[in-house]
């Protein structure tokens, strides 16, 4: 972080919290971990099993459970909080808006705007950015530069997105979503029929849906449904790079890790996790709380809480034992010869 | 889908077709399979395996096979044709043009072209385009915006380039080319010679070449060549996010699912299949016809209409048999080390 | 290449080169291998391998090394070099400012920067790019169109940004770095932390630093740090679709192929190699010098100057024998069957 915070900035945010130790540096310049932070670093006990880097620890400011009894060495101040992760959460904040401030609302003097859009007053559209007819844009909703926001999209409010993002015509973004940069939503299926003359593009007439609270990654693409929609489920969180294809129906708090692909009408049920570079065929569906090993290829359907992993997938126990008996296939195969050659 | 279909545009569309049934609705709201179809959608039996579904179908118009003898069922309407499939194909295309309608044609005020390019006045450049040097740009091309049309670059008839797509210098791209949105064509190549101050870069001076009818999927990679050229031959379809490498030639009606990784200078024949996030190792050559199932990965040539699957690559079959003997792995050392204490 | 060379402009750059033969075209048109050149093509020989493919290469003008006595063909000129292999660079650069030559410095009269922005007189800024409050741009650098440098971004020396390339708020660009078009540098790290109600995110507020030198692929994404950096060493080359997570350290030297996946803060030490569509479980190390191969799942540390293969990840000879014996399972579980039968 280039950037220094005020002790004063922090106490104020905990206005009673009780503290101990006389250390009253004017500026905190970073943020580490009990073991690796150094004098002028702001540290926390957020989990009890790192409480034993605690007495060794440099930090010069740290904050503490309440109830937490060790006394801080010359040098410290400990904060004292109801929940250290959340108080972290709170200084992390006040450092995002320092560190990465919003622009001032409105539009930028080199943005373009279509007749009919409606772009609520609280909002920031940045530089180059493309505004289409119809499109809704509402409160609160920060518009990075080099956008393309398409005909008829409606995006919530307070969502953000970032430098670069496509959001292409009749799509619909909820509330407080973050899209970063890059990415494009609403490409065109892939879906052709063949014919004597090579292969016939099927039109894809339908759009993406994206629930509040959905995050995905830089350079992600979703393409929209051949008719209807393509959907991600409220509380989804979708890593770079990654494909989601035509149809596909995603749940609400899925964890997707980057450059999974999934192929086009595929469901995934709420609250599945999956690894990086999975990949799904087509048409299938994958039970709630599933979890998918990273790598995988499913060909099948999953159940819920299953939890698969190889191509072809297997219960990773399974698949972890059998890893296992590969590595010994150089030895049974010998051990057969030599049972054989004992014939 | 947001808009509503007057049925008078669809009988419009088939003027000699026969009908049964004294269903009149005014809008048609969606299209729909004959198993899922409401009252307001119109369905169609475009393949007899579907047959099976038509008497309990609630669409409320049915495209259907000339000859088919099953009587609409109150509040339904039967439109009888020579090919349902094409009919529907006919009603998709309308409908696009409703959804998502070409803009006006001309440069966009916001778009800039340099001295010396060339731009039919039938295309259409949208908002934040650079159209560079000696740049031509032929009849009813789309240019959606902030794309960047290099030097030299040659694009033709009717070609769609969706919103962000960047064609770098010398490239040549055919007519009908449909390119989705955040596409890189004629990036450089990843081409070093090590010497003793490290990796060296060996300078990309070639283009690539999109031949006619060839479609590009979202935020894909096409490196240009060393010398001369990457080729994508005509009427090849490539998905999302894949990754075309330098001196790469594809050949004609393949087609590529997302996120596969081409290696550079491997060539592809014509017709191959090429299944998604499947991998090639440089410098090898893929008969024609072959197909490759996702996620291998392909290190050797391929024989024209082989059918090949994993990593190694083995025949689809043998894959196939030897993943069913891994599952019994376990019990296979389980039952060897019996036999053995029996000696 | 679309481009002719004049004669005099190649021995204009070796002017104490000894040459053999009386050929003396206009112009070179192509740069071709001994074996594939045309008459009216430039080869060389700048690997002994290749020198049984002198005698009857049809090459007009062939770069040789000092010493070798073949004589040319009619038609033919013979250049004799210390390095034919460092002349042919020369020539390729020379080529390659013809063919992509650098745009004239300055702000493109599109473009925009915010107060305060640095931008060095000698660098090149293209149509649509912005340039945040505060960013500094250094001698020679190349941006091109629709590039975005955010707040606080430094750019060094020599620098070439591609089109559409975003490098957002507070990252840190060394000299003499290329990054191709699309590429996005500085999203937000993919890190959430779980409570009642979901997903809740945890903010990014570091930075990403890329050292002298490194060179970048088209479509990739590199996220920045949580609290400190994510790093990409001296000389590093990464290919095009590569994610690297949040706090990623990268040594010097190393090669990335397209479509690698390296999770959050995995490090990643000198000269590494890794080929393409490898992935990388979180928070390991990979020490100097090793191979992974295309496709390996890394998900635990790797010693330095390993060379691993496939998912779980096998040293490379183990990992060949293995694929060997996999094949040779159906005859295994045969003659067990066969064995047992006997009993």
Redesign the interface.
Known sequence: ??LKLKLKEILDLFPEAQTSGDYQPEFIS???SLEQAESHDLSFLGNPKYRKFLDDSNAGVILLPEGESTSPKDGQLFIFLDSP?TGL?SI??L??DK???APKPGL?P?S?KEEGAQIDPSSVI???C?VGENAIIGENAII???C?V???VIIGKGCRL???V?I???CIIGNDV?I???V?VG??G?G??QDNS??????H???VIIED?V?I???T?I?RAR??ETRIGK?T?I???V?V?HNVQIG??C?I???V?I?GSVVIEDDVIVG??A?F?GHLRVGKGAKIA??S?ITKSVEPGAFLK???A?PFQ?AQ???V??????D??N??AQ??SKD
Chains 1, 2, 3 share one sequence.
């Open positions: 972080m280039s970073g943020i580490s992760s959460a992390c904040r450092l995002e560190l990465f401030p930028h080199t373009f940045g530089a180059f493309y990075g530069t080099h393309h398409g005909r008829n970032h430098p670069g496509k292409l015509s009749n973050v970063n940069a890059g494009i490409s065109e892939y052709f029929e090579g292969h016939q593009k099927i039109p007439l339908g759009k609270n995050e990654g830089a350079n693409c393409d008719f209807d509380g969180k890593d770079n790079l494909q294809g609400k708090n964890l890790v980057a450059q692909g192929s990086g570079q990949g065929a990273g790598q290829g190889g191509n072809p297997l399974l034992r059998i890893s008996l590969q590595r010994k296939l150089p049974l195969f051990r057969f049972e054989n």
